[in-house]
């Protein structure tokens, strides 16, 4: 998706109200175009983000994200599971219940936004796995991310094929 002619029609709209104010708000104006194109650029994105998050709560257990390629936003659709050959609505695919999302944030609530790059095979397994689950891309890989650092929290004697270090040696089992 070309975001291209959004902010062109943006930076033209903020010339015309910048006319009706005289020579020193047209100059202004265009002072501001070129710094203004990458926020309003990433405000686009943003709400393209929270509309895909939308979307695919909608369709769940299908999903929608959106994947930034080459400076231009494209959207990825995951459908859910089809129904089986000569049954057609086959009802819900019964699954184990999915973890909890961890309720663990910062003192205000926030989360952060990440930036993560997977190769296109694994992309599709997290995707395939986060629609068997009935829940979107990221919250399968926060509650992935979540189960792994609580797994490598753990003391290490209780975790089975961890060695245990000391300054002299290092013990331990092999298969």
Not at 89 to 102: E, K, N, Q, R, W
Request: aromatic content about 2%.
């Amino acid at each position: 998706m070309d975001l291209t002619r959004y902010v062109d029609d943006l930076q033209h709209r903020l010339a015309t109200a910048a006319d009706a104010g005289g020579d020193d708000a047209r100059e202004l104006a265009q002072r501001l175009t070129a710094p203004l194109d990458a926020a309003v650029r990433l405000v686009l994105l943003d709400a393209l983000s929270a509309a895909a998050g939308e979307i695919s709560a909608d369709l769940a257990p299908g999903s929608v994200d959106v994947r930034l390629r080459a400076g231009e936003p494209e959207f990825v659709v995951a459908p859910g599971p089809r129904p089986v050959a000569g049954n057609p609505s086959p009802g819900p695919v019964p699954s184990p219940t999915p973890p909890p999302v961890p309720t663990t944030t910062d003192a205000d609530g926030a989360t952060t936004r990440t930036t993560l790059r997977l190769p296109d095979h694994l992309k599709t397994q997290v995707e395939t796995a986060a629609a068997h689950e009935g829940v979107s891309v990221n919250t399968w890989l926060v509650r992935a991310v979540a189960a792994a650092l609580e797994q490598s929290a753990g003391p290490a004697a209780t975790r089975p094929g961890v060695p245990q270090r000391s300054t002299n040696h290092v013990t331990g089992w092999v298969r």
